[in-house]
């Protein structure tokens, strides 16, 4: 199967170079074009600053959850996009209540430690237990020995601990949640990784349902100081908490512009307008979804026509499970579009990106061709090409389906910025301008000129060559934690 799957990449790479040998596009006036409008007039900070400071976060499910949405919505009508919708979908909503956690050495002698709630965890809980140390709670945390978290409250790193063996895989923090509950705990204390007493907060659900169990997380250095306790002595933990959560209706907001050759056929351009409720989202992911909306406003103030269809996508729900990315593909698969779409472009937290991105090697050519042309207009940009895959984010659902996605790559954020991510100092003063009108520069010509090109080189794959694909890069584990492992 894998000679199978190289030896067509390989075909319709060069069938694609063959093409770009008979008459290559010539994007360079277009992408002059993008280069001016966007420098000159680009208006992604501008109206992310201001959404940030009308709505603050973009909780999906709350009230300001459905003003970012009419917000984005009137945003593309101002554009000059007639065709806006809004693609609603039900979904269970969760949003955080009381929280109290206590630790120390004695069940009646312990002292109130500062956490946070991770989402999806039950409306009410109040667990007492001995905590127990689990590493990087990933599974071969618990197999040495299965019965070490039954019934107690597991304390697990976000990431990996310095100091794991080489190749210790880290896993997503509901994933390692479902490991917990998996193994009978009774509740989970994830540690953050990042410096500074820094709180993460994010959904501790694989499936965007609520979980059994309750689970938060510490700042870092208040876990390690944890851990070393726990070397030394038993520590005890309560864990009381209230939250809120219901079947609600969000939507995700569509626009598009039709292709004049194969209107039939379209690129996906897309990022989630949701956040976290802790702070505004304003880099996860206001910078994606606030550059996709830019991309959309410039293509149109252009009446740039590519031959394919561009469709704007921008995803709510996201944070709590991808659960608008997940509600565009199923309702694609019932209405029979889902084989109209030839490739999906996502934009999450990407800020100045150097390169492109594709989950298929067969790109290559087409995406260099296209950096190439970049290039010249501004050698800033290195045209790196950047082929792998991933999971957590809203390109997964159109992945598992076996169309082909990309966006930027080697991009930069600061380590500062990255440290807020999901936490309460993931605010507008961290947003890069130049680096985010970079974003929407490059990547608005990359989006054109994907929909424009004679033939897009790779094709959707097979459901035997998506299976394949996610073993060869250690995917099967993590989407058999989180329940999106389709095969036997």
Same mark, same amino acid.
């Given at each position: 199967?894998?000679?199978?799957?190289?030896?067509?990449?390989?075909?319709?790479?060069?069938?694609?170079?063959?093409?770009?040998?008979?008459?290559?596009?010539?994007?360079?006036?277009?992408?002059?074009?993008?280069?001016?409008?966007?420098?000159?007039?680009?208006?992604?900070?501008?109206?992310?600053?201001?959404?940030?400071?009308?709505?603050?976060?973009?909780?999906?499910?709350?009230?300001?959850?459905?003003?970012a949405?009419?917000?984005?919505?009137?945003?593309?009508?101002s554009?000059?996009?007639d065709?806006?919708?809004?693609?609603?979908?039900?979904a269970?909503?969760?949003?955080?209540?009381?929280?109290e956690?206590?630790?120390?050495?004695?069940?009646?002698?312990m002292?109130?430690f500062k956490a946070?709630?991770?989402?999806? *965890?039950?409306?009410? /809980?109040?667990?007492?237990? !001995?905590? +127990?140390?689990m @590493?990087?709670?990933?599974?071969?945390?618990? $197999?040495?020995?299965?019965?070490?978290?039954?019934?107690?409250?597991?304390?697990?790193?976000?990431?990996?601990?310095?100091?794991?063996?080489?190749?210790?895989?880290?896993?997503?923090?509901?994933?390692?949640?479902?490991?917990?509950?998996?193994?009978?705990?009774?509740?989970?204390i994830l540690?953050?990784?990042?410096?500074g007493?820094?709180?993460?907060?994010?959904?501790?659900?694989?499936?965007?349902?609520?979980?059994?169990?309750?689970?938060?997380?510490?700042?870092?250095?208040d876990g390690?100081?944890l851990?070393?306790?726990?070397?030394?002595?038993?520590e005890?933990?309560?864990?009381?908490m209230?939250?809120?959560?219901?079947?609600?209706?969000?939507?995700?907001?569509?626009? *598009?512009?039709?292709g /004049?050759?194969?209107?039939? !056929?379209k +690129?996906?351009? @897309?990022?989630?307008?949701?956040?976290?409720? $802790?702070?505004?989202?304003?880099?996860?992911?206001?910078?994606?979804?606030?550059?996709?909306?830019?991309?959309?406003?410039?293509?149109?103030?252009?009446k740039?026509q590519?031959?394919?269809?561009?469709?704007?996508?921008?995803?709510m729900?996201?944070?709590?499970?991808?659960?608008?990315?997940?509600?565009?593909?199923?309702?694609?698969?019932?209405?029979?579009s889902?084989?109209?779409?030839?490739?999906?472009?996502?934009?999450?937290?990407?800020?100045?990106?150097?390169?492109f991105?594709?989950?298929?090697?067969?790109?290559?050519?087409l995406?260099?061709y296209?950096?190439?042309q970049?290039?010249?207009?501004d050698?800033?940009?290195?045209?790196?090409?950047?082929?792998?895959?991933g999971?957590?984010?809203?390109?997964?659902p159109?992945?598992?389906?076996?169309?082909?996605?990309?966006?930027g790559?080697?991009g930069h $954020?600061?380590?500062?910025?990255?440290?807020?991510?999901?936490?309460?100092?993931d605010t507008?003063?961290l947003?890069?301008?130049?680096?985010?009108?970079?974003?929407?520069?490059?990547?608005?010509?990359?989006?054109?000129?994907?929909?424009?090109?004679?033939?897009?080189?790779?094709?959707?794959?097979?459901?035997a060559?998506?299976?394949?694909?996610?073993?060869?890069?250690?995917?099967?584990?993590?989407?058999?934690i989180?329940?999106d492992?389709?095969?036997?």
């Amino acid at each position: 199967m894998k000679m199978k799957n190289t030896f067509t990449t390989l075909f319709l790479g060069l069938a694609f170079h063959i093409s770009l040998g008979q008459g290559k596009p010539e994007w360079a006036a277009t992408f002059d074009q993008i280069n001016k409008e966007v420098t000159k007039n680009s208006k992604a900070y501008q109206t992310l600053g201001d959404a940030s400071k009308k709505i603050g976060h973009r909780l999906t499910g709350s009230e300001n959850g459905k003003k970012a949405e009419q917000y984005a919505f009137d945003l593309l009508k101002s554009y000059g996009f007639d065709d806006v919708r809004f693609q609603p979908f039900t979904a269970e909503s969760w949003s955080r209540g009381t929280l109290e956690v206590l630790i120390g050495e004695e069940n009646n002698n312990m002292l109130p430690f500062k956490a946070v709630t991770l989402a999806h *965890s039950p409306v009410s /809980s109040q667990v007492e237990a !001995e905590i +127990v140390d689990m @590493g990087n709670g990933v599974e071969a945390d618990y $197999l040495s020995n299965p019965g070490k978290a039954k019934d107690m409250i597991v304390l697990a790193f976000l990431g990996v601990l310095p100091g794991s063996p080489e190749g210790t895989k880290s896993l997503h923090r509901s994933e390692k949640t479902a490991l917990a509950i998996k193994y009978g705990a009774k509740g989970i204390i994830l540690i953050n990784a990042a410096p500074g007493g820094i709180l993460l907060t994010g959904t501790a659900s694989v499936t965007g349902k609520l979980i059994p169990i309750p689970a938060v997380c510490i700042g870092r250095e208040d876990g390690l100081e944890l851990k070393q306790a726990l070397e030394e002595h038993p520590e005890f933990a309560s864990i009381k908490m209230t939250n809120t959560s219901g079947m609600i209706t969000a939507r995700n907001v569509i626009a *598009s512009i039709k292709g /004049s050759k194969y209107p039939e !056929e379209k +690129v996906v351009v @897309g990022g989630h307008l949701d956040s976290w409720d $802790l702070a505004t989202g304003a880099i996860d992911n206001g910078i994606g979804s606030f550059a996709v909306i830019d991309i959309a406003r410039t293509i149109k103030k252009l009446k740039l026509q590519p031959e394919r269809t561009l469709e704007f996508v921008l995803f709510m729900g996201e944070e709590e499970g991808l659960l608008g990315s997940k509600a565009y593909v199923e309702q694609a698969i019932a209405d029979g579009s889902i084989d109209q779409v030839k490739y999906m472009l996502n934009y999450d937290m990407t800020n100045d990106p150097k390169g492109f991105s594709s989950s298929m090697e067969g790109s290559k050519a087409l995406f260099s061709y296209i950096g190439s042309q970049v290039q010249k207009i501004d050698a800033s940009f290195k045209n790196g090409f950047r082929f792998g895959v991933g999971l957590h984010s809203d390109h997964q659902p159109f992945m598992l389906q076996g169309i082909p996605t990309g966006g930027g790559s080697d991009g930069h $954020l600061e380590q500062s910025v990255l440290n807020c991510y999901h936490a309460d100092c993931d605010t507008f003063d961290l947003v890069d301008k130049a680096g985010m009108t970079n974003t929407v520069r490059y990547s608005s010509m990359l989006a054109f000129a994907l929909a424009d090109a004679p033939e897009i080189p790779v094709r959707r794959q097979t459901d035997a060559e998506v299976k394949e694909m996610l073993i060869r890069n250690n995917l099967e584990e993590p989407l058999r934690i989180s329940g999106d492992w389709r095969w036997k």
